[in-house]
């Protein structure tokens, strides 16, 4: 089981720290040399103008770096845009100009929203969900910041990957995150994460829809 | 020397229209472009006065939407583009030797067809359903005629295109210019460093350029008769054709102002760039890699090679470092002098490292699930962009426009334009970083007050006002040095290329005479050259006494 939030926090953890190290090298550097060689009467300025050897090395050490970076994306990517063969539930998330809607085919439920509010998503925690994602109309984007993850949701298109919530009882927002014209503001939906149990007797209450898409 | 002078008559509005020496071209468009700023800078300060409040209201959803769609679609093709290639219209001929650039009466073409496409665009604005609103990217379906009806948006896919189109035959003109109007002696390896990042630039707007005229041609054919995007795929095949130019148009607008900061770091250091030819093999490594980026803004689509993007673009962090240690290389055993120009050129160094360490994040596909399309995202290109190529190109205007207009800007209100910039641009953008860490998404006109993000919104809002007034400093000090006329002389700074061996304004026909080309920086080989051979004749006079 895949948790988005723990892999993109456990890459920012060694993203973060060479970013903000190389940029506090890099302004220190010139720092000194702003400060070292600033204009003097008399100062003789160096007529060095390469230096093939340190240069070379610096190059090697740049592109280990970027290597290594490259390496641990592909791995993290390679854990979170795999599918898992069974997951315990599908659920269908459609986006149209400017609402949500979620079909969960093996148990015929249709969520659609209610009047103006947000259309409600009712998951079960510590579960693989597949997200079959699609959308009617323009692109838009289907985008949980708790679960640091979001994806794109394209007409005659669509995209499947899984997400896992892992604590119950959380009750979250997601968002469209492709800007889709003057209903892109308000085009929300609230997460509910229900234990397994609870999610069970949420199933059972809920009306079947009348036709299976 | 003397040359019979031919007077040169003002050609006032016939010469204003049709004037086809470079210089003049150049400078027309520099204008136009910083009027465009204006106006796009304008409506950046209704978008934070809009942001810095919850739910101020000001303006509704649809005039928010036309705000940061021309915002965008202004400061990129009316503003940052055409400044980056105009620098090259006007320097590259004189860099190089040069007595006209090649094709001068297409470079005015050239320079019409970027106006007209700036007028088309910003004309959206007199129809009833307002200017084109889709963003300054235009994706496909909602550009469309079902849900983008309005006329406003014909006339941005127009402006666009006009606008681009200029821009490119302008940049045909510079790259001719390169290629075969050089002095005797300018070899390649012998370019000054501003006319090796022009070099670059026009070779990635020759690639890329035509791509986006193709795509808003195609864009107008699908809203008037479909059939086009509206495929399985249709939307991702219209995103590859964008950011295929949307990529390399980043570099456009970077690339000369890099060239601007290395001019000013060597002169104003008084030292020859370090690693000259590094930076020359980094800018074609770039330029190489411009072309095979474009789909990392396209990884939450599902529908691209992720890898290879992720690959492609964290590998530019190699050129980008080599272009930093010679840079930095240049700077360390020179003498620094802390004139205006080259305070630009180190904040630009500092700020254009913070959108390129957050560019490095944001090429990594899981970092870019989470923060793609949020405020993080908006900071980092306001970083490359403002904070980098603008701080760049002041650089560069500070450096030149003693050459350009004959008299010097100030430097007391050069400095204060420069803190108050550097405040301003920082104010504004550092709290976009932290907001869009935690979730802000771009493109919302509002934002609910619980989600706490009012302060950063009104620091962002607070450093707008700063760098509007900011920019009126700049307005003030060139108003200022038009009118006192400080006479500048040819060179006063003490310069390396050949565009300092011509009086400032450089005559008609550039040059009178070229000293000859043996490096680089034949203006510095001659000073030595003149030093050495002062010492031996003093060395010889002693002897002799």
Redesign the interface.
Known sequence: MVE?RH??RA??GV??PI?VG??LI??A??GF??V?????PG?V??K?????RL?LL??LV??G??TF??VI??R??SR??ALAASPALRIAATGS?WRWSFYYPAQGIDEVGRGQGPTELYVPADRTIEFDLTSL???H?F?I?YE?????A????V?R?DLVFPKPGVQTSG?C?????????AMRFEIHVLTPTAFAAWVSRQPRARTAR | MSTATVPVRSLGLIGAIGATDHKSIAKRTALVAFVFFIGGGVLALVIRTQLATPNTGLVGADAYDALFTMHGSTMIYLFLVPTAIAMGVYLVPLQVGAAEIAGPRLCLAGFWLYVSGGLVMWSGYLTDDGPGAAGWTAFDPLSDSPHSPGIGMDFWIFGVALATLGCLVMACCVLGTIVARRAPGMTLLRLAPFTWTMLVTCLMVAVAFPVLVVAMGLLWVQREFGGIFDTTGGPIAYQNLFWFYGHPVVYVMFFPFVGAVAEVVTVHSGRRLFGYRPFAISLLAFTALSTSVWAHHMFTTGQVANRYFALTSTALAVPAGIEYFDLIGTLAGGSIRLRTPMLFALAFLVQFLIGGLTGVLLGSPPINYDVHNTYFVVAHFHYALFAGSLFGCFAGVYHWFPKVTGALLGERLGKLHFWVMTLGANLAFFPMLVDGWEGMRRRIDSYPASAGWQTLNDLSTAGAVVIAVSTGIFVLNVVRSLRDRRPAGPDPWGGHTLEWATSSPPPRHNFDALPPVRSPAPLLDRREAAALAAAQHSAAGGSAA
């Open positions: 988005t892999e993109f890459l920012l993203y973060a970013a190389v940029f890099v302004v550097t010139l040399v702003v070292r060689f600033r204009h003097r100062r300025v160096s060095r103008s390469t230096a093939p240069e610096y190059v740049l592109a770096i970027a970076l490259v994306t592909f993290t990517e979170v845009d100009d109309d323009v692109i984007a985008y910041p640091d993850y979001q994806r794109a394209i007409p005659r298109i995209n990957f968002y995150n492709e800007y889709c014209g003057i209903g892109h503001t």
